[in-house]
């Protein structure tokens, strides 16, 4: 195993220890998330859905926001293991949307999102998930190099 295989397994793991943690009691979707950050440390989220649905945030987002809350802001890599809840991933659980987007608003187009079907991992740029993207330079400044 190569220094980079083990630092993405290590990532998968911890993204499967916290879909663990998932309180997806209305999809039965459990997802979890492991977030690296420039530092080194890994950030984890599990996806928390709520009975007003708009409430709940995805594990993703989660990740993101612990770290942010802990005073990381930049990040290198993410890994997302999702599936039924109770079962292992069996199929690539893509982020939504909307996590794209708050990934968008920390990370470069480099940063690394790692799936995993639990057979097999696929390693995407953000760049590739979310082309032609709007971000904060877009507003006048690239706040990745203040962070
Ligand atoms: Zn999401």
Redesign the pocket.
């Known amino acids: 195993m190569t220094p980079r295989e083990a630092l993405a397994a290590e990532l998968l793991q911890a993204a499967d220890a916290a879909r663990q943690n998932s309180y997806s009691p209305y999809s039965h979707f459990a997802v979890g998330a492991a977030l690296r950050g420039k530092s080194g440390r890994i950030y984890t989220g599990c996806n928390v859905e709520c009975a007003a649905y708009p409430a709940g945030c995805?594990a993703?987002?989660a990740a993101f926001l612990r770290a942010v809350s802990e005073g990381e802001c930049s990040f290198t890599e993410i890994a997302i293991a999702g599936g039924p809840a109770g079962e292992p991933p069996s199929s690539l659980c893509p982020?939504?949307g909307?996590?794209r987007q708050v990934m968008r608003e920390f990370c470069g187009p480099e940063f690394r999102i790692l799936l995993t079907d639990g057979r097999k991992t696929l390693e995407y740029s953000l760049e590739e998930l979310l082309p032609l993207s709007f971000g904060p330079e877009n507003l006048g400044g690239d706040c990745h190099e203040e962070l």
Do not use: A, T
């Open positions: 995805c993703e987002r982020p939504c909307i996590c």
